[in-house]
């Protein structure tokens, strides 16, 4: 058996999404082979992103300040705002380089088997937002039936004058956005479909 600390920091890491014991075992040993300068480097970038990094007060998209570079880009269009679920499928969108519009973060999906209700999203924080210059909401959610149920109920919130599409078909179903490969997913951004 390892001893205490190197077992705890196998523990650690087997918290991480997809590593095992195997994987854990093989970082943590990784950890002890590394110079003592590198693993303070490591533990104080862990600490200092998480000390630092908060959502952007506008649209909930990570940030080290009150607002997000997306946000603070004067060359961005104001007149699309696109509707995710989680700050990571802003990361997966911008990967694609296609997008120029503006972004806002749920926190989650209406979801009646979680008991997500609209009130525990940032749902009054968008329609606050929606002005006479927004003029389209792409969702981009996963096509889910947490999903479909986030886009009716935001399709029936929303002022007639704000176009709303969705992202067309392609995209796995019941699969996570963020998985999606970026050929697919920026297929289903083009092709998107006005409801
Ligand atoms: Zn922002």
Same mark, same amino acid.
């Given at each position: ?24 075992? !093989? ?30 007060? &506008? ?10 570079? &997306? ?16 700050? !990571?499928? &802003? ?10 519009? !503006? ?17 525990? $999203? ?15 909401? &792409? ?45 697919? $997913? ?5 092709? !998107?479909?006005?409801?």
């Amino acid at each position: 058996m390892y001893p205490l600390e190197l077992q705890k920091l196998i523990e650690l890491f087997k918290k991480l999404p997809g590593v095992g014991n195997k994987t854990a075992e !093989r970082y943590a040993l990784l950890v002890l082979e590394m110079e003592e300068a590198e693993v303070e480097e490591f533990a104080e970038g862990l600490l200092d992103a998480k000390r630092k990094i908060t959502e952007c007060e &506008i649209c909930g998209n990570y940030t080290n300040g009150k607002h997000c570079d &997306i946000c603070l880009d004067a060359q961005r269009d104001e007149s699309v705002i696109c509707v995710v679920s989680s700050a !990571r499928d &802003i990361l997966a969108i911008e990967k694609l380089n296609s997008f120029q519009g !503006r972004y806002h973060v749920l926190g989650g999906l209406i979801s009646t088997v979680n008991n997500v209700m609209p009130n525990d $999203l940032n749902i009054d924080k968008l329609l606050l937002r929606l002005n006479d210059e927004v003029k389209e909401l &792409i969702l981009a959610f996963s096509p889910t039936l947490e999903g479909e149920t986030t886009a009716l109920y935001l399709s029936k919130k929303v002022d007639e004058s704000v176009v709303i599409s969705h992202l067309a078909q392609g995209l796995p179903m019941g699969g996570q956005l963020e998985y999606a490969d970026e050929m697919t $997913l920026l297929r289903s951004f083009e092709n !998107r479909k006005k409801v």
